[in-house]
């Protein structure tokens, strides 16, 4: 079974502490190594999700579904050209466009899986909203079922409105989640749990749970 190696963490460990150019060109040998495993990796997590969300597209691969690892530093005060981490993105549109999906960030004590809809455009949000308000039974099955809070806590409250959204009022008993601008969950890893030879069913795992939500956000926005 494919994980992430030791070797691989390593490399970000390094990249972080020399995020210059020239370091990075003289060691680019060990950049393609650590990416190898990365897209490795997944590779073995994207046959698995196929299997549970039939809607990820089967000519995605995993060297598509690998973030790029240069920063995008125009509008950014730090400078520094490169991530110090890995980022794996599946959904239907692929990695690209701002759609509900599955994420996983490898790093160095920071790696996590993710999934849902981060920031919505102002027309998604609107739908989603609107479903969350017409079917909340529904939502709340999904995310207050044992096992998601278990495994997830809560929704993240990033950037949650202090008042109501246009159109809703103090009273509406769903309020608390239609403030919500962002509807997504993370799950940490340890370091020793991403070496581990059941990352990828650890991982799967958690796209599963993620899965009812990513579908519930989809129907609200088709």
């Known amino acids: 079974m494919i ?5 691989t963490f390593q490399y970000l460990i390094t990249l972080a502490q020399n995020n210059n150019r020239d370091w990075f060109l003289d060691n680019k040998k060990e950049y393609e190594t650590a990416l190898q495993n990365v897209v490795s990796f997944a590779d073995n997590l994207l046959a698995k999700l196929q299997i549970i969300d039939t809607s990820i597209p089967n000519n995605l691969t995993g060297k598509k579904s690998v973030m790029r690892i240069y920063r995008d530093v125009r509008f950014s005060k730090d400078k520094t050209p490169y991530k110090n981490n890995f980022g794996i993105s599946f959904s239907s549109l692929g990695k690209n466009g701002n759609f509900p999906g599955y994420y996983i960030q490898i790093q160095p004590n920071n790696s996590f899986i993710a999934g849902g809809y981060w920031m919505p455009e102002a027309a998604h949000l609107k739908a989603i909203r609107q479903e969350i308000d017409y079917n ?15 495994y997830f806590e809560e929704l993240s409250q990033t950037d949650k409105l202090k008042t109501c959204p246009k ?5 509406n008993e769903n309020i608390e989640l239609l403030k919500l601008k962002s509807f997504t969950v993370f799950h940490s890893f340890t370091d020793e749990e991403m070496i581990d030879a059941n990352i990828v069913t650890d991982v799967t795992n958690g796209f599963t749970l993620i899965c ?3 579908n519930f956000l989809k129907n609200a926005i088709q």
Do not use: C, H, R, V
């Open 167 to 171: 159109g809703y009022t103090t009273n």
């Open 136 to 150: 909340s039974t529904l939502f709340k099955n999904i995310i207050e079922a044992k096992k998601f809070e278990n």
């Open 212 to 214: 009812p939500l990513i």
């Open 3 to 7: 994980t992430i190696k030791t070797q």
